[in-house]
């Protein structure tokens, strides 16, 4: 049976392209997560620490799960990852690394980070969508976040 | 005396005086006999024979006149000395009548005790002398050989105390002959324990080749080494120490260490193309995804918005694939270095960016300092057209916006810079602005390949480029260094 509650979302993507397949697929599965959209490293990290633009915790919540590209603008995903598991709070939440790339060296480094789990965006519309489809049964549906 | 006894008397002065005769005329010295001034009275026939005149040419000369020029006034001194003390020998050299010299060794002594006759006996030390020579060149010659070498050679004591070294050895120690001598061969390595090792290991197999270790330079710098060491035996087959020669392969570690920098921007490089291609595929195969859908569902509006992202995703593909071949082509196709002053080369800049000047009321002022560049000159208008580009794109806000073109001489390069007063780099980012396709602002047009593009222009031109900010709002200043003379290529 699904139990999940509708969670916020923070999406780290530069590539507003990505952006929206990855919108599209979560709206298709779940109308009530509501999904937050920074697309360099250094918004990402205003965001979480509520600082410049995202200072108001009305407006820039504080999100149940990040998702983060790697090869960001201003602050690369992996710096940004570091950051995120080096804070006390920040710590808790799950960080999934959905990127183009499946260099060896990126996975080794993300999941030294902190990553939760680490994900290659597919060439290939069905596989992408079937990826987006299985990450939302189980990260939105199963998966149990702390209140 | 009876006729008898003189007659023995006779015979015996007779035997006594051939005896004599037999040996002044066979001896295997030249025999000289002459009064107190130097004037001949009689020489023997080893005499003749040594110095090739006659037995009367030889009389009518003086000791003197046997000597070569160069040597009189140190022979005649020494006859002064043996003449005062009544005996004695020296060393000296005299000319053949064919006009040779030869070495020989003098002495001596009054015929009687009082007389003033003197019986001079010379030996012809030629030979000796040679051998002498050839001995201290055979000596010199090795030496010469081991002083020359620009390796540091050692030999080493079965205690493992040094025992000889060159003057490589000294300069790349840093300690002087005499303190090296003497002392543990291991304290001049970083690693002691390891030059222990290496060497125990010569013993124990004669010898090692190319043994890894580092000779640390009283200054603190450092030389690494590569050491071939083997035993030395006496001519008994005992061994006596090692013999050890270094081979300083400092410069072949930096060679290698700037291979290994170029192998990893290689890596890098092609991790980040592939990544920033397979982007734009990923969107175009999805968005084809999507195109689909939207035909059978009849969706026009989402239609029209897909294709959008899908030819975005081409055009950039198409962009990045043209940068990364204009990128790769910088220091593989080069046009011949030429020398040019900065002033018309930046002035070629300008005028390629002059519509954005003008357009953004830019004020530019560049130096009349005077200073040749050396290198691809249509690459250098480049940079200072990319820089320039820049500053006038991020001027931001500013109301009164300057671009300032300069440079300053540092040793043997110029430094060149351009700043501006428009909206600056955080510090923070600063780091990432010259890496391949890194944009700070998405918003602006371009694939972030201006600066990665400088970069490789300067540092095939053997500089370096660097950017100082103090972050938001205070303006960017870029600078650069060239070699004042020739272009190094990297």
Redesign the interface.
């Known amino acids: 049976m699904i139990t999940g509650q509708p969670i916020v979302i923070l999406l780290v993507e ?2 507003p ?2 952006a ?2 990855v919108r ?1 697929n979560l709206k298709d599965f779940r109308v009530a997560n509501r999904i937050y959209h920074v ?2 490293g ?1 918004a990402a990290l205003d965001y979480l620490f509520h600082q410049a633009d995202y200072a108001d915790p009305q407006s820039s919540p504080q999100p149940q799960l990040i998702l983060l590209d790697l ?1 960001l ?4 995903g992996l710096e940004v990852l570091r950051r995120i598991k080096e804070d006390n709070d920040l710590k808790r939440i799950p960080t999934v690394v959905l990127t ?2 499946d ?1 060896e060296s990126d996975l080794i480094t993300a999941y030294g980070n902190g990553a939760g789990s680490y994900l290659v ?6 596989k ?2 079937k990826l987006m489809d299985v990450f939302g049964y189980y990260w939105l549906a199963w998966n149990r976040f702390p209140e | 005396m009876t006729a008898k006894k003189k007659d023995k008397a006779d015979d015996a002065l007779r035997e006594s005086e051939h005896r004599y005769r037999n040996l002044f005329e066979y001896s295997s010295d030249a025999i000289f006999i002459h009064d107190d001034k130097g004037h001949m009275l009689n020489v023997n026939q080893r005499a003749v024979d040594m110095l090739g005149y006659t037995r009367d040419e030889l009389l009518a000369l003086s000791m003197v006149d046997y000597h070569p020029q160069e040597v009189v006034d140190v022979a005649m001194a020494a006859y002064n000395e043996l003449a005062k003390a009544g005996h004695g020998r020296f060393d000296s050299k005299f000319r053949k009548k064919d006009g040779s010299l030869i070495d020989v060794a003098i002495s001596a002594q009054p015929i009687e005790p009082v007389s003033a006759v003197f019986q001079t006996l010379v030996r012809d030390i030629t030979y000796r002398k040679r051998a002498e020579e050839a001995l201290r060149a055979t000596v010199n010659y090795s030496r010469n050989l081991i002083e020359t070498s620009l390796d540091p050679l050692v030999t080493i004591s079965a205690e493992g105390k040094i025992t000889d070294v060159n003057k490589a050895t000294v300069k790349t120690t840093g300690v002087s002959r005499e303190r090296l001598i003497g002392s543990d061969f291991v304290d001049y390595f970083t690693e002691p324990e390891k030059a222990h090792d290496g060497y125990l290991k010569v013993f124990e197999q004669g010898q090692v080749t190319d043994y890894p270790l580092a000779i640390r330079h009283t200054s603190g710098a450092i030389t690494d080494v590569l050491f071939n060491a083997s035993v030395y035996r006496n001519e008994q087959g005992q061994v006596l120490g090692v013999f050890a020669a270094a081979r300083d392969i400092t410069k072949l570690k930096r060679m290698e260490k700037e291979l290994r920098e170029k192998n990893d921007e290689t890596v890098l490089f092609t ?1 980040t193309v592939s ?2 291609l ?6 175009i ?6 195109l ?1 859908q939207d035909i059978l569902k009849q969706d026009a509006a989402r239609m029209e918005k897909d294709i959008g ?1 899908i030819s ?2 081409a055009d950039k593909m198409s962009r990045l694939l043209d940068d990364v071949l204009e990128f790769s082509r910088v220091g593989r196709k080069m046009n011949p270095s030429v020398e040019a002053p900065l002033q018309t080369i930046v002035k070629d800049a300008l005028d390629l960016v002059a519509g954005q000047i003008s357009a953004r009321g830019v004020q530019v002022e560049v130096t009349e300092e005077p200073a040749l560049l050396y290198g691809d000159r249509p690459l250098l208008v480049e940079v200072f057209q990319n820089l320039v580009d820049n500053a006038v794109k991020f001027m931001g806000d500013q109301a009164a916006p300057l671009v300032e073109i300069g440079v300053e001489p540092k040793g043997d390069e110029w430094v060149f810079f351009v700043r501006d007063n428009g909206i600056g780099i ?1 510090p ?2 600063q780091g ?1 602005v010259f890496g391949l396709f ?5 918003d602006t047009e371009g694939n972030g390949i201006g600066l990665a593009m400088m970069r490789r222009i300067v540092e095939v031109h053997g500089g370096k480029i660097w950017l100082e900010s103090a972050g938001s709002g205070k303006g960017t200043t870029f600078r650069f260094t060239l070699s004042k003379t020739k272009l190094q290529r990297t």
């Open positions: 530069d590539d392209a990505h929206e397949i599209r697309e360099d250094q090869r603008p201003k602050v690369d183009t790339s260099a965006k597919p060439v290939d519309f069905e992408f969508t | 991790y990544h920033d397979k982007s734009p595929l990923v969107t195969k999805t968005f084809l995804g999507y689909e992202y975005g995703a955080d923070r980012h990432k890194e944009k700070l602002n998405p």
